[in-house]
């Protein structure tokens, strides 16, 4: 038997406990998931740990200072700080839309930043006016 390190799954709210056996840094087993989702999270987990990054970024002339961004992807966890890092300190120009790239191949991750909120220009007229 190898050394078994545990996870709690995190892909539903029934948070299943998850037992990934290693041995020589391969994962040979993993037990106690309800589906195969578990399975898969916890050989990632243990593999490859990755999140998404929230925050937010400065935005010019929107009626709020700052603007809410997410990783487009799951960003492996010890580059996490890096995208970060890269995000501090950047502006964006109103009006920005939902899904709007503020910073491609964020800390060369391969990865783009992404707004989650549309904003529009302080005194700009509505995009879609009735009668536009
Ligand atoms: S293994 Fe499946 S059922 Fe259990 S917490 Fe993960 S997603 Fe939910």
């Known amino acids: 038997m ?35 989702r578990g399975e898969r999270y916890g050989r990632q987990e243990h593999l490859d740990p990755r999140r998404s990054v929230t925050t937010t970024v400065w935005i010019e002339g929107a009626v709020i200072p700052r603007v809410p961004v997410r990783s487009a992807e799951e960003v492996p966890k010890d580059r996490i700080g890096d995208v970060v890092g890269a995000l501090r300190g950047l ?42």
Request: charged fraction near 25%; glycine fraction near 12%.
């Open 2 to 36: 190898g050394e078994v390190a545990t996870y709690l799954c995190t892909g539903c709210p029934l948070g299943c406990r998850l037992e990934v056996e290693v041995v020589e840094e391969d994962v040979v087993e993993v037990r106690g998931f309800a589906c195969r």
């Open 91 to 132: 502006r964006v120009q109103a009006p920005v839309h939902r899904g709007d790239v503020v910073l491609e191949d964020a800390a060369g991750t391969g990865i783009d930043v992404i707004v989650t909120r549309d904003l529009a220009r302080v005194g700009a007229a509505p995009e879609h006016a009735p009668g536009a």
